[in-house]
Nanobody, 122 residues
Framework: QVQLVESGGGLVQAGGSLRLSCAVS?????????AGWFRQAPGKEREFVAA??????LYADSVKGRFTISTGYARNTVVLQMNSLKPEDTAVYYC????????????????WGRGTQVTVSS
């Protein structure tokens, strides 16, 4: 019932930047519900990237200082600003919500988007 749509992915050279957006619609959305970003490369497990909720944010060590999660100007929109991108950032990026608080565990999130591809070339 709750729908999440990611956008903003693409191909970028190492050192470049991308801004991912996640629009949430349908169902009931709480201002205190946490949203998170995860990524998954082919053949690898889903990896936590960042999470936001209740005015707090969490980041994976691998992206800390390079990525920033924030609310967008539109309601029910979460943005992931990615700077200083590296080839190892290449993955499908998924937006998730429905957690009671920011969490690094994907099982804490009830709703998921279909993902957007991010490819970083050397």
């Amino acid at each position: 019932q709750v729908q999440l749509v990611e956008s903003g992915g693409g191909l970028v050279q190492a050192g470049g930047s991308l801004r991912l957006s996640c629009a949430v619609s349908g169902g009931t959305f709480s201002t205190h519900a946490a949203a998170g970003w995860f990524r998954q490369a082919p053949g690898k497990e889903r990896e936590f990237v960042a999470a936001w909720g209740s005015g707090a944010s969490l980041y994976a060590d691998s992206v800390k200082g390079r990525f920033t999660i924030s609310t967008g100007y539109a309601r029910n929109t979460v943005v992931l600003q990615m700077n200083s991108l590296k080839p190892e950032d290449t993955a499908v990026y998924y937006c998730a919500t429905g957690a009671d608080y920011p969490s690094r565990r994907y099982s804490d999130y009830n709703y998921w988007g279909r993902g957007t591809q991010v490819t970083v070339s050397s």
